[in-house]
Nanobody, 123 residues
Framework: VQLAESVGGLVQAGGSLRLSCATS????????IAWFRQAPGKEREGVSC????????YYADSVKGRFTISRDNAKRTVYLQMNSLKPEDTAVYYC?????????????????WGQGTQVTVSS
């Protein structure tokens, strides 16, 4: 199983960035995919998740209305569109998957992880 996040980057506050998570090695159509992030000195937190059942989506309150998660089953890729970025969105972002079509907001429920990509939002 492999998950590979796209390169993040540096963006000014109020700007936008789209992350992608390319996957291989598992049945993509049967797996939920989530994004987590970890800011310096903080614990990793769940950001968003998309299930493989009816494309149910979950968003943390801190990103609701600003971030959008989507999946392209043909490309085995999940996207995280991040708009109206704030300095507090600065973190390493990880995508993760689990052997279950439904989302979970607990990182312990995810079996496979990407290596992470840095997103920095300047004020």
């Amino acid at each position: 199983v492999q998950l590979a996040e796209s390169v993040g980057g540096l963006v000014q506050a109020g700007g936008s960035l789209r992350l992608s998570c390319a996957t291989s090695g598992f049945t993509f159509d049967d797996a939920a995919i989530a994004w987590f992030r970890q800011a310096p000195g903080k614990e990793r937190e769940g950001v968003s998740c998309i299930s493989s059942v009816d494309d149910y989506t979950y968003y943390a309150d801190s990103v609701k209305g600003r971030f959008t998660i989507s999946r392209d089953n043909a490309k085995r890729t999940v996207y995280l569109q991040m708009n109206s970025l704030k300095p507090e969105d600065t973190a390493v972002y990880y995508c993760a998957t689990r052997d279950d079509p439904d989302c979970s907001d607990s990182e312990e429920d995810y079996d496979y992880w990407g290596q992470g990509t840095q997103v920095t939002v300047s004020s």
